[in-house]
C-alpha cells in the first residue's frame, strides 16, 4: 500500500473513534499503528507489502497489549463518586438523634438526613463524622476529639 493509504486508514480509524463510534480505544491504537507504518515509507524505509503488514499487526498489538488499558483508564476515567467525597466529613447534630435514629445534621453549608450508627445518643450541637453515604442520607457516628 503506498504511505498515503496508510495515513488515510490512520486517519479515519482515529476520526471514528473520536467521533462516532466507541470502540473503547481499539481503533486508536489501530488507527495510530497505520499512520506509524505511513510514516515509517515516508522517512525512506521501503519494504514489502507483508512486511508493511506484519508492522502493522506487530505495532497494533503491542500497543493494545501494552498500552490501551492504561491510556484508556487516565483519558475516559469516571469522575469520583461524590457520595464518597462526604466520607470522612463531619457534620454538626441539629438535634439530639438516638441510637439507631434518624435525625439532621449540617455539613457543608447543608442540611442532611443523618443515621446515628452508633451505640449511644447523639446531642444537639456534637460534631459527627460520615461514615458512608445512601442517597441523601448520611450514617455518621461520633467524632473523635480534637487533641488540644
Known amino acids: 500500500m503506498p504511505w498515503w493509504g496508510w495515513i488515510v486508514v490512520g486517519v479515519v480509524l482515529l476520526a471514528a473513534e473520536l467521533t462516532v463510534v ?5 481503533l486508536v491504537f489501530l488507527g495510530i499503528s497505520a499512520l ?17 503488514w ?10 493494545m497489549v501494552f498500552f490501551r488499558r492504561r491510556v484508556y483508564d487516565k483519558l475516559r476515567a469516571s469522575p469520583s463518586d461524590p457520595q464518597h467525597a462526604l466520607i470522612g466529613e463531619i457534620a454538626v447534630i441539629r438535634g439530639t438523634i438516638a441510637a439507631g435514629a434518624q435525625g439532621e ?13 452508633s ?30
Not at 505511513?38 to 508493511?52: C, F, K, Q, S, Y
Not at 453549608?109 to 443515621?115: A, F, I, R
Request: proline share 5%.
Open 22 to 26: 466507541d470502540a473503547e480505544f481499539y
Open 54 to 63: 506484519a508492522s502493522f499487526g506487530v505495532l497494533a498489538a503491542g500497543s
Open 105 to 117: 445534621a449540617e455539613l457543608r453549608g447543608t442540611s442532611w438526613t443523618v443515621h446515628n450508627t
Open 119 to 148: 451505640a449511644g445518643p447523639l446531642e444537639a450541637g456534637a460534631r459527627a463524622e460520615v461514615v458512608a453515604a445512601h442517597g441523601v442520607v448520611l450514617d455518621v457516628r461520633p467524632a473523635a476529639s480534637r487533641p488540644s
Open 36 to 52: 506509524a507504518v505511513g510514516l515509517l515509507e515516508i522517512a525512506g524505509v521501503d519494504a514489502p507489502m507483508w512486511a508493511e
